[in-house]
Protein backbone atom coordinates (compact mmCIF):
# COMPACT_ATOMS: atom_id res chain seq x y z
CA UNK A 1 0.00 0.00 0.00
CA UNK A 2 1.05 3.55 -1.12
CA UNK A 3 1.62 5.83 1.96
CA UNK A 4 1.12 9.80 1.74
CA UNK A 5 3.20 11.71 4.05
CA UNK A 6 1.69 15.11 4.10
CA UNK A 7 3.65 18.58 5.59
CA UNK A 8 3.26 20.30 7.81
CA UNK A 9 0.61 19.12 9.81
CA UNK A 10 -0.33 22.94 10.53
CA UNK A 11 0.31 25.85 9.19
CA UNK A 12 0.17 29.16 10.03
CA UNK A 13 -0.32 32.23 7.69
CA UNK A 14 -2.51 35.20 7.16
CA UNK A 15 -4.60 36.00 4.48
CA UNK A 16 -2.94 37.20 1.42
CA UNK A 17 0.22 35.31 2.12
CA UNK A 18 1.38 32.14 -0.10
CA UNK A 19 0.60 28.73 1.12
CA UNK A 20 2.75 25.66 -0.20
CA UNK A 21 1.20 22.32 1.44
CA UNK A 22 3.60 19.15 0.71
CA UNK A 23 2.53 15.54 -0.28
CA UNK A 24 5.10 12.60 -0.36
CA UNK A 25 4.80 9.37 -1.21
CA UNK A 26 6.36 6.19 -0.01
CA UNK A 27 6.74 4.85 -4.19
CA UNK A 28 5.90 6.69 -7.67
CA UNK A 29 2.04 7.61 -8.14
CA UNK A 30 2.79 9.39 -11.31
CA UNK A 31 0.96 12.27 -11.79
CA UNK A 32 -2.10 10.28 -10.80
CA UNK A 33 -2.52 12.70 -7.29
CA UNK A 34 -5.70 14.75 -6.31
CA UNK A 35 -5.62 17.72 -3.44
CA UNK A 36 -9.19 17.88 -1.59
CA UNK A 37 -10.34 20.61 0.75
CA UNK A 38 -12.52 20.15 4.17
CA UNK A 39 -13.98 22.92 5.97
CA UNK A 40 -15.30 21.95 9.58
CA UNK A 41 -18.26 19.93 9.13
CA UNK A 42 -18.39 19.66 5.99
CA UNK A 43 -17.61 17.04 3.46
CA UNK A 44 -14.50 17.33 1.95
CA UNK A 45 -14.61 19.27 -2.20
CA UNK A 46 -11.86 17.99 -5.15
CA UNK A 47 -9.63 21.04 -5.81
CA UNK A 48 -6.98 19.24 -8.23
CA UNK A 49 -6.72 16.00 -9.42
CA UNK A 50 -4.13 14.52 -11.91
CA UNK A 51 -1.58 16.53 -10.00
CA UNK A 52 -2.21 20.14 -11.46
CA UNK A 53 -5.73 20.03 -13.21
CA UNK A 54 -8.00 22.28 -11.04
CA UNK A 55 -11.72 20.74 -10.69
CA UNK A 56 -14.78 22.86 -11.52
CA UNK A 57 -15.16 25.57 -9.95
CA UNK A 58 -12.25 26.09 -8.34
CA UNK A 59 -10.45 29.68 -7.98
CA UNK A 60 -7.50 29.96 -10.04
CA UNK A 61 -5.21 31.15 -7.04
CA UNK A 62 -5.09 26.83 -6.15
CA UNK A 63 -2.47 24.92 -7.96
CA UNK A 64 -0.99 21.75 -8.19
CA UNK A 65 2.47 20.53 -9.32
CA UNK A 66 4.71 17.47 -9.36
CA UNK A 67 4.94 13.87 -10.26
CA UNK A 68 6.53 10.98 -9.39
CA UNK A 69 7.16 11.11 -5.48
CA UNK A 70 6.76 14.82 -4.25
CA UNK A 71 3.44 17.13 -4.92
CA UNK A 72 2.46 20.57 -4.17
CA UNK A 73 -0.18 22.30 -3.65
CA UNK A 74 -0.29 25.99 -3.87
CA UNK A 75 -2.48 28.82 -2.74
CA UNK A 76 -1.27 31.93 -4.47
CA UNK A 77 -3.00 34.40 -1.75
CA UNK A 78 -4.88 33.12 1.22
CA UNK A 79 -8.13 34.26 1.24
CA UNK A 80 -10.42 33.81 4.19
CA UNK A 81 -12.60 30.86 3.36
CA UNK A 82 -9.36 29.11 2.59
CA UNK A 83 -8.24 27.95 6.02
CA UNK A 84 -9.63 24.47 6.32
CA UNK A 85 -7.87 20.56 6.11
CA UNK A 86 -6.17 20.06 2.82
CA UNK A 87 -6.00 16.22 2.29
CA UNK A 88 -3.91 14.21 -0.62
CA UNK A 89 -4.98 11.69 -2.03
CA UNK A 90 -3.06 8.10 -4.87
CA UNK A 91 -5.23 7.13 -7.51
CA UNK A 92 -2.15 4.98 -8.98
CA UNK A 93 -2.52 1.57 -7.29
CA UNK A 94 -5.12 0.28 -5.07
CA UNK A 95 -5.96 1.24 -2.76
CA UNK A 96 -6.26 5.03 -3.65
CA UNK A 97 -5.06 6.59 -0.27
CA UNK A 98 -5.35 9.54 1.49
CA UNK A 99 -2.59 11.39 3.46
CA UNK A 100 -3.11 12.15 7.06
CA UNK A 101 -3.93 16.10 6.65
CA UNK A 102 -2.53 19.59 6.54
CA UNK A 103 -4.43 22.07 8.64
CA UNK A 104 -4.03 25.71 7.67
CA UNK A 105 -4.61 27.83 10.04
CA UNK A 106 -4.90 31.60 10.53
CA UNK A 107 -1.84 33.22 11.85
CA UNK B 1 -26.59 19.92 -10.42
CA UNK B 2 -24.76 16.27 -8.96
CA UNK B 3 -26.10 15.87 -5.91
CA UNK B 4 -25.69 13.04 -3.31
CA UNK B 5 -27.44 12.25 -0.16
CA UNK B 6 -26.38 9.50 2.59
CA UNK B 7 -29.37 7.91 4.74
CA UNK B 8 -29.06 5.12 7.42
CA UNK B 9 -26.83 6.14 10.00
CA UNK B 10 -27.09 5.91 13.54
CA UNK B 11 -26.40 4.11 16.45
CA UNK B 12 -25.75 0.28 16.48
CA UNK B 13 -24.31 -2.22 18.77
CA UNK B 14 -21.33 -3.74 18.09
CA UNK B 15 -21.77 -7.09 16.25
CA UNK B 16 -25.12 -5.27 14.44
CA UNK B 17 -25.17 -4.40 10.91
CA UNK B 18 -27.01 -1.31 9.68
CA UNK B 19 -27.52 -0.70 6.00
CA UNK B 20 -26.73 2.81 4.35
CA UNK B 21 -28.49 4.37 1.74
CA UNK B 22 -26.85 7.41 -0.99
CA UNK B 23 -29.50 8.49 -3.11
CA UNK B 24 -27.88 10.44 -6.34
CA UNK B 25 -29.44 12.91 -8.59
CA UNK B 26 -28.52 15.07 -11.24
CA UNK B 27 -26.75 12.73 -13.30
CA UNK B 28 -27.05 9.08 -15.31
CA UNK B 29 -25.79 7.31 -12.19
CA UNK B 30 -25.70 3.83 -13.83
CA UNK B 31 -22.47 5.36 -15.90
CA UNK B 32 -20.41 5.77 -12.76
CA UNK B 33 -18.34 3.83 -10.04
CA UNK B 34 -19.40 5.00 -7.21
CA UNK B 35 -17.06 4.94 -3.35
CA UNK B 36 -17.84 5.13 0.19
CA UNK B 37 -15.68 6.94 2.53
CA UNK B 38 -15.44 7.44 6.19
CA UNK B 39 -13.64 9.89 8.80
CA UNK B 40 -13.74 8.56 12.32
CA UNK B 41 -14.47 11.69 14.26
CA UNK B 42 -11.32 14.14 14.42
CA UNK B 43 -9.49 12.12 12.17
CA UNK B 44 -8.68 11.76 8.29
CA UNK B 45 -10.40 10.15 5.57
CA UNK B 46 -10.76 6.60 5.04
CA UNK B 47 -11.80 5.21 1.99
CA UNK B 48 -14.20 2.31 2.15
CA UNK B 49 -15.30 0.69 -0.63
CA UNK B 50 -16.15 1.20 -4.43
CA UNK B 51 -18.04 -0.40 -6.87
CA UNK B 52 -17.59 -0.17 -10.50
CA UNK B 53 -20.53 0.56 -13.40
CA UNK B 54 -21.91 -1.78 -15.32
CA UNK B 55 -20.37 -0.65 -18.01
CA UNK B 56 -16.98 -1.79 -16.22
CA UNK B 57 -18.54 -5.38 -14.87
CA UNK B 58 -20.08 -3.41 -11.82
CA UNK B 59 -17.36 -5.06 -9.64
CA UNK B 60 -16.86 -4.10 -6.27
CA UNK B 61 -13.31 -3.37 -4.11
CA UNK B 62 -13.16 -2.79 -0.29
CA UNK B 63 -10.41 -1.37 2.24
CA UNK B 64 -8.62 -4.13 4.23
CA UNK B 65 -10.09 -2.96 7.23
CA UNK B 66 -13.80 -3.80 6.36
CA UNK B 67 -13.38 -6.99 3.76
CA UNK B 68 -15.76 -9.87 4.53
CA UNK B 69 -17.80 -7.63 6.93
CA UNK B 70 -18.91 -4.80 4.21
CA UNK B 71 -20.78 -4.72 1.39
CA UNK B 72 -21.33 -2.39 -1.28
CA UNK B 73 -23.94 -2.58 -3.60
CA UNK B 74 -26.16 -0.25 -6.71
CA UNK B 75 -29.63 0.11 -7.90
CA UNK B 76 -29.22 1.51 -11.05
CA UNK B 77 -33.07 1.96 -11.69
CA UNK B 78 -33.90 3.66 -8.32
CA UNK B 79 -30.12 5.85 -8.75
CA UNK B 80 -29.27 4.16 -5.19
CA UNK B 81 -25.81 2.83 -3.77
CA UNK B 82 -25.81 0.90 -0.76
CA UNK B 83 -23.08 0.00 1.86
CA UNK B 84 -24.27 -3.24 3.93
CA UNK B 85 -22.44 -2.67 7.23
CA UNK B 86 -22.13 -6.18 9.31
CA UNK B 87 -20.59 -7.36 12.36
CA UNK B 88 -19.75 -3.63 13.31
CA UNK B 89 -16.70 -2.69 16.02
CA UNK B 90 -16.66 0.27 17.80
CA UNK B 91 -13.91 1.35 15.56
CA UNK B 92 -16.23 1.78 12.51
CA UNK B 93 -17.70 4.40 14.36
CA UNK B 94 -16.99 7.40 11.53
CA UNK B 95 -18.96 9.93 9.37
CA UNK B 96 -19.70 7.72 5.69
CA UNK B 97 -19.71 9.75 3.08
CA UNK B 98 -21.02 8.54 -0.41
CA UNK B 99 -18.78 9.57 -3.04
CA UNK B 100 -19.39 9.58 -7.35
CA UNK B 101 -16.32 9.31 -9.43
CA UNK B 102 -14.91 12.24 -10.75
CA UNK B 103 -15.20 10.53 -14.77
CA UNK B 104 -17.33 7.79 -16.05
CA UNK B 105 -13.70 6.26 -16.86
CA UNK B 106 -11.67 6.27 -13.25
CA UNK B 107 -10.17 2.83 -12.18
CA UNK B 108 -8.96 3.54 -9.11
CA UNK B 109 -11.53 6.16 -7.57
CA UNK B 110 -11.02 9.90 -8.04
CA UNK B 111 -13.67 11.42 -5.38
CA UNK B 112 -15.45 13.85 -7.88
CA UNK B 113 -18.93 14.58 -5.71
CA UNK B 114 -19.43 13.96 -2.59
CA UNK B 115 -22.33 13.71 -0.27
CA UNK B 116 -22.84 15.66 3.23
CA UNK B 117 -22.03 12.35 5.32
CA UNK B 118 -24.37 10.31 7.99
CA UNK B 119 -22.72 9.39 11.21
CA UNK B 120 -22.65 5.85 12.34
CA UNK B 121 -22.03 5.28 16.09
CA UNK B 122 -20.86 1.88 17.03
CA UNK B 123 -21.37 1.73 20.88
CA UNK B 124 -22.72 -0.68 23.49
Known amino acids: EIVLTQSPATLSLSPGERATLSCRAS??????LAWYQQKPGQAPRLLIY???NRATGIPARFSGSGSGTDFTLTISSLEPEDFAVYYC?????????FGQGTKLEIK | EVQLVESGGGLVQPGRSLRLSCTAS????????MSWVRQAPGKGLEWVGF??????????EYAASVKGRFTISRDDSKSIAYLQMNSLKTEDTAVYYC???????????????WGQGTLVTVSS
Open chain 2, 99 to 113: TRDLTPWTTVPLFGY
Open chain 2, 26 to 33: GFTFGDYA
Open chain 2, 51 to 60: IRSKAYGGTT
Open chain 1, 27 to 32: QSVSSY
Open chain 1, 50 to 52: DAS
Open chain 1, 89 to 97: QQRSNWPGT
